[in-house]
């Protein structure tokens, strides 16, 4: 398809959604020469209790690129020992340390992530990011997409391209405008999202707890908490009808050191709720389309992965793609199969491992009823050795079949 001379309504490929797998598939496709036109619906990226886990794998991909030395400089907290407060008792459970090349996850703020990603891909002149460019439907040629109907602050346009990416994450429009069908596996649970005020006294590092039929997770942002709290799948609107005071208690009866800033949740305002889903597209492309990321495989927040395997999802994309974009040959559709087949199995693993922790260890906690969770002492005693809490962290952290870098990069 030659291209419109019209650079407005003309691209080689266009990526939907200006998320990690977003950024990074624009970078990576700029980098290696091809003209990339990325659509992000914001004016910025600056929105509040997204994921901000950055894992060794996606550590090792800034690396290879060049931009790990620029991402150390972001505000930022490493953690390589993740431990849970069970009825009262600490347990470490996720153990970084001893790992190879990196052994941490950084807790990074996404915004500060994602701009770092579009500051280098604004080195390539074949970098396009347009915000506020809403992608509101698909073009089709025959039977084939050939481009996106698109919303921006000057109007509504049509972008023509020969590849589209949909990187919209799991309420994705081009998802659904495509008609791709994919299995649900439900979730038992949703999460509350909120800060809390840190002191300078506090229990160090990021941990869960569960007690008395309710659990939580805090992050440790150096200045606050960043706050998961797990309540029962669909009980939103009910918790929502009740006092604040009710999520007060239960905070500081898990935590009772935030009792002195139990005001600090000042209403269900200031309460962000993430409906958690665990899905699948059975096909993840369609001639002249591919989707990736969370539009392809929402991931359950356990872990946090998700922004990690969005990230391993873009660079086989664009190790697979960016030599025939780039030489304006046409994408046929087992091109893109074989980015899901390549894909398709890490992410059915960390899926399966995700749901077998949501229906035995978080539904268990969650319908407790007042009883102490424990832990078996068989467990116990297993995740005293560190190489039994290195095979959560390496299979979280690096995953499976580990995506590197292979396209060229061509001169600024």
Not at 288 to 295: E, V
């Amino acid at each position: 398809m030659p291209l419109d001379p019209n650079p407005l309504h003309s691209t080689r490929c266009c990526v939907v959604g200006g998320g990690p797998a977003g950024m990074m598939l624009g970078l990576l496709l700029a980098r290696a020469g091809v003209a990339v036109t990325v659509l992000e619906k914001h004016g910025d990226f600056l929105r509040d209790f997204r994921g901000d886990t950055v894992h060794p794998s996606t550590l090792q991909i800034l690396q290879e690129l060049g931009l790990l030395q620029k991402f150390k400089q972001l505000p930022q907290r490493r953690e390589s020992l993740l431990s849970g407060l069970i009825a009262g008792r600490e347990q470490p459970v996720v153990d970084f340390r001893g790992l190879r090349p990196f052994d941490y996850l950084a807790l990074v703020p996404q915004w500060d992530f994602l701009n770092l990603l579009a500051d280098a891909g604004r080195r390539y002149p074949s970098f396009d990011l347009r915000m506020r460019h809403t992608a509101t439907g698909l073009m089709r040629d025959g039977g084939r997409v050939a481009g996106v109907r698109v919303e921006s602050p000057d109007g509504a346009y049509e972008l023509r391209a020969d590849l589209v990416v949909a990187c919209d994450g799991r309420h994705s429009t081009i998802r659904a405008a495509a008609g791709l069908k994919g299995t649900d596996y439900g979730a038992p649970m949703d999460v509350l999202w909120f800060r809390m005020p840190r002191s300078a006294h506090d229990p160090q590092g990021t941990f869960g707890i569960a007690n008395d039929g309710h659990l939580m997770v805090l992050l440790n942002r150096n200045e606050y908490w960043q706050t998961a709290f797990v309540v029962p799948k669909g009980s939103d609107a009910e918790l929502r009808a009740q006092p604040i005071d009710r999520l007060r208690d239960a905070v500081v009866r898990l935590a009772p050191f935030l009792s002195d800033r139990r005001d600090s949740i000042e209403s269900w305002d200031a309460i962000s709720t993430l409906a958690v889903q665990v899905d699948r597209l059975d096909r993840w492309h369609t001639p002249g389309l591919l989707l990736i990321g969370d539009a392809a495989h929402a991931m359950s927040p356990i872990g946090g992965v998700g922004i990690n395997l969005a990230i391993q999802d873009a660079v086989a994309a664009a190790n697979a793609l960016a030599t025939p974009l780039r030489e304006g040959r046409r994408i046929d559709e087992a091109q893109l199969a074989a980015v899901q087949r390549r894909r398709e199995l890490p992410v059915r693993v960390v899926q399966r491992v995700q749901l077998a922790i949501q229906n035995r260890v978080i539904s268990r906690a969650l319908e407790a009823d007042g009883r102490p969770p424990r832990i078996p002492w068989l467990l116990r005693l297993l995740l005293s050795l560190r190489v039994v809490r290195n095979r959560p962290a390496r299979l979280f952290g690096y995953g499976i079949r580990q995506e590197h870098v292979r396209t060229p990069e061509l001169a600024p």
